[in-house]
């Protein structure tokens, strides 16, 4: 899908979800506000626009959901946009030596998180810039509850804070209660749109999720300068990384899926499927049956 396309669609996302409506969102700012998005954004291998809007969708998708549609307040699912098109803004080698030295200004500020933070603080910049203000028209109150919203989602795509709520959450699917009501169910709950949304590619078909997988793969070792140079280099190295890529998978896949919402069988049923695959290379087989889907 061309570029400009790609602007169109998220235009669209923030009509189908009826938000210019609902909190008077000014249209030319959302259109001046998602090119500055848009124009900060690197021209990285994944972690680029394309991939935010990737994000975005799929957490439009799960919004829409009833089970979750029906617990998300229009000022949330705002929130849960806008972190979801900022979340990897000016995406950086997250192993740069800046950072590993503590030369990083949000390095020495904060111990964790370090690279959420950098996206949020730009998130806030763009959101700051006269003509792009898309939260000026709401009140302090929600423009202020909404900013709080926007954090707690960006920093929600730290996987590492993920993987420490991941004990409750499976405790939660196993007893099949769960009081999204309550606020801190309910950031969880916002956190976990997130972290599915950002990971949605494990979820869609075989194909596109590989490529992503690669890509993903190639971006990291673009950046901490692993690339392999010589042609016959990579034909020899290239069947042990695709069976390290593809054991890596399965574990991840495996740790990841939960169940906590019943009318979300279509994204588990493409991460079984994936699963399946990945398993299959993990095994030395390069061509699993699946391949052609």
Request: aromatic share 6%.
């Amino acid at each position: 899908v061309p570029e400009g396309d790609i602007l169109l669609c998220s235009i669209k996302l923030f009509q189908e979800a009826g938000l210019l409506a609902a909190l008077q969102l000014d249209y030319r700012a959302l259109c001046l506000w998602l090119l500055s998005v848009h124009k900060n954004y690197r021209p990285l291998l994944h972690h680029n626009w394309r991939h935010a809007f990737g994000v975005a969708h799929c957490a439009c998708r799960l919004a829409k959901s009833p089970e979750l549609n029906s617990h998300l307040s229009p000022l949330e699912q705002l929130a849960v946009l806008v972190a979801a098109l900022c979340h990897d803004l000016d995406h950086q080698d997250p192993d740069s030596f800046g950072q590993r030295a503590g030369l990083d200004p949000l390095a020495e500020l904060y111990s964790s998180s370090v690279t959420e933070r950098r996206h949020f603080s730009r998130c806030i910049m763009l959101l700051s810039l006269e003509g792009c203000d898309i939260l000026a028209r709401l009140p302090q109150a929600q423009y202020s509850a909404c900013i709080s919203l926007v954090e707690r989602c960006i920093l929600a795509t730290d996987l590492r804070q993920h993987f420490e709520s991941r004990p409750w959450l499976q405790r939660q699917a196993q007893t099949g209660r769960v009081d999204w009501s309550s606020k801190p169910q309910r950031d969880l709950l916002l956190g976990l749109v997130m972290t599915c949304s950002d990971l949605g590619t494990f979820a869609k078909p075989w194909p596109q999720h590989r490529r992503a997988a690669q890509l993903v793969t190639d971006q990291y070792r673009q950046l901490s300068g692993r690339a392999k140079v010589e042609s016959s280099e990579n034909a020899k190295d290239q069947s042990h990384d695709l069976s390290l890529l593809a054991e890596q998978h399965v574990a991840f896949i495996k740790s990841m899926l939960t169940s906590l919402c019943d009318n979300l069988e279509e994204l588990r049923s493409g991460c079984q499927a994936n699963l399946a695959e990945w398993a299959a290379l993990a095994a030395g087989n390069e061509q699993p049956q699946a391949d052609s889907k």
